[in-house]
DNA sequence: TTATATTTGTCCGTATGTATG
DNA sequence: ACATACATACGGACAAATATA
């Protein structure tokens, strides 16, 4: 489990805080280009929030160009040299 | 896109022009009974107002009798012969 | 092929907090 | 206080795509 730490009273909102957390993984290197974000329902269960919140989340990291979504497969990091959806 | 014309600033609230626009859209016939209105997403693009606002617009043609709206599915436009929920 | 499970996509229902006029 | 609107969040239902048995 280890919820990460989510404040909802927070000025930042929940969405906003688990889009900064899994940026910085990303970043860090924690998570290679090419493999595979947790699942929504994963990360639902890891911050303790909505599928929803966690998919806010998601369209954050997708605008920012750091990862790509397929239907049905998962979220996947996008590799930096990349330009388009693959 | 093409954003209908809201104007925040008019006398009637947004939410009753998109009410009154959507009613001349069902009532022209551009839509036909039984047919699904745009998502709320979509309208929340169309018109640019935030969901509460399409909300509270599909609650207005819901109570005047135009709409039917199923949980998880849509909000279709009711037949002028029916009184039910079909 | 068929069936099932997993995962993401699309919807609506509802609630809370904030801001404005 | 009230009506209106926006942002955010939780929840539930079902559809579509994919993967596996």
Chains 1, 2 share one sequence.
Do not use: C, H, W
């Amino acid at each position: 489990m280890a919820a990460r730490e989510i404040d909802p009273r927070a000025p930042e909102p929940p969405y906003r805080q688990i889009a900064a957390d899994l940026t910085t993984e990303i970043e860090r290197g924690d998570l290679a280009p090419g493999s595979p974000l947790p699942s929504e329902k994963a990360l639902t269960e890891r911050y303790g929030v909505a599928r929803n919140t966690v998919r806010a989340a998601l369209a954050v990291l997708r605008e920012s160009g750091l990862v790509f979504t397929v239907t049905g497969r998962g979220t996947y990091i996008r590799d930096r040299s990349d330009q388009g959806d693959a």
